[in-house]
């Protein structure tokens, strides 16, 4: 799918071939549930392929609830911190991650199912570069993973179950308000877009930046392993997003999506494939990919937020892919430097 030079029909410059293994249609365009010009009806239409029949988030939604009701303790049980429930928490959340990020790096990466098919960079990792802990890029993303993301995605849903269970977060029940316990899963990823372009931008303040951000930006291409590399400090600000559950009546279980959500799909977004197929040329897969922050990942000063909630396009900050946006963001990039 790779495309060469000018598309003379919208007046914009495609990469070269060798740019990027394989991207979507090029110029990215604004595919949002906020992009009013469309009308509401595409609205609803974008909203209800961001989920069914079959999708990433639909996915989490199962595993949150399988949590709930199997891998967690009672709200009788978290009333007080005890080692032993949180220690079940921990090695649950630990599962989950060796099992999805595990599982996608060997599928993709160790076995190398689908080949390059639908792979956004298909650069290899650093196996020996002093710019990563251990000098190697892969275990320097399990190293961050587990060791800060891990244990920060546990302390949070530690603390708000145990919130939850002394009254310092109102609790919602399904029987009293069925319908907006279904919004809620309709609105907190929505929400977690908004909150996270904003945690974004503070991050790539230059201090920010050098101290905490840079982390995650070792990754230049990315594997699964990838998507939670990130420094604690960023771990902290990028989870904080499940504080609005203390003002807003929620249920566990929503609390335990919104972290599953930020956490897991943070792996499989970083995947470096666009989808997950049955195998080369397969039609047959779950999409996965997020080729918006992959740009990101090359370019920097651009793509914050995600495609959902379109705050690069409003604040000036949008690569959609072209050779002029990555102009620009250079550009961007140059100027911020010289500050
Ligand atoms: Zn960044
Ligand atoms: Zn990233």
């Not at 600000?237 to 929620?250: E, P």
């Amino acid at each position: 799918m790779a495309q060469e030079t000018a598309d003379a029909a919208s007046g914009v410059t495609l990469p070269r071939k060798s740019t990027w293994n394989w991207h979507p249609e090029l110029p990215l365009q604004d595919h949002s549930v906020f992009n009013l010009k469309r009308g509401p009806v595409a609205a609803l239409k974008v909203l209800w392929g961001s989920w069914l029949p079959i999708s990433d988030r639909l996915i989490v939604v199962a595993v949150s609830f399988l949590t709930w009701f199997y891998l967690s303790p009672s709200l009788e049980t978290a009333q007080a911190f005890a080692w032993d429930w949180v220690a079940a928490v921990y090695f649950r959340n630990l599962a989950l991650m060796l099992l999805l990020a595990g599982g996608m790096h060997l599928y993709l990466y160790t076995f190398k199912r689908q080949g390059n098919y639908l792979r956004y960079d298909a650069r290899p990792f650093h196996k020996k570069s002093a710019l990563f802990t251990f000098n190697s890029q892969f275990r320097d993303n399990v190293f961050w993973s587990v060791a800060s993301g891990v244990t920060v995605w546990t302390a949070y849903e530690v603390i708000g179950l145990w919130a939850y269970a002394n009254g310092f977060m109102p609790v919602m029940e399904f029987a009293s308000s069925p319908v907006w316990f279904v919004l809620w899963f309709v609105f907190l990823p929505v929400y977690g877009v908004f909150h996270f372009y904003w945690i974004h931008r503070l991050l790539h303040w230059g201090p920010l930046y050098t101290h905490v951000h840079a982390l995650h930006h070792r990754n230049v291409n990315v594997g699964p392993w990838s998507g939670m590399s990130m420094h604690p400090v960023e771990h902290i600000g990028y989870l904080s997003s499940v504080l609005i559950h203390l003002v807003l009546a929620s249920h566990p279980v929503h609390f335990i999506f919104q972290l599953q959500q930020k956490v897991l799909l943070a792996v499989s977004s970083h995947a470096g494939y666009d989808a997950v197929t049955a195998g080369e040329g397969s039609d047959k897969g779950l999409k996965v990919g997020d080729f918006f922050h992959q740009l990101h990942h090359r370019y920097f000063e651009c793509n914050y937020g995600e495609p959902e909630v379109p705050c690069d396009k409003w604040f000036g900050t949008f690569h959609d892919g072209t050779e002029e946006a990555t102009a620009q963001t250079r550009a961007r990039l140059k100027e911020m430097r010289r500050k």
